[in-house]
């Protein structure tokens, strides 16, 4: 089950659940939109790509809670950037 977490990792914009702008890669990095196309579409944490998270239905919310944990690491852009061009 996803984590559905509650903010952009590099931003820290705020990504309810029912986002339609949360992006999340293979291990649930989640990123906004905006900081999705900065990064030109590469997790800076692992290097995959990213795709649409999907939302939790709201019947579902009370039974499978959306996470509460905030990661905020904002990017070294010139550090990913190098990484991504190697």
Known sequence: MLEIRPTCENCNKNLPYNSKEA??????CTFC????????????????????????????LSKYPVSKSIVFKPVDLEKHFKNINK
């Open 33 to 60: 939109i905006d900081c999705v196309a900065l990064l030109k579409e590469v997790c800076s944490n692992c290097g995959g790509n990213f795709v649409e998270r999907p939302i939790r239905p709201y019947h579902l």
């Open 23 to 28: 992006m999340i890669c293979t291990f649930e």
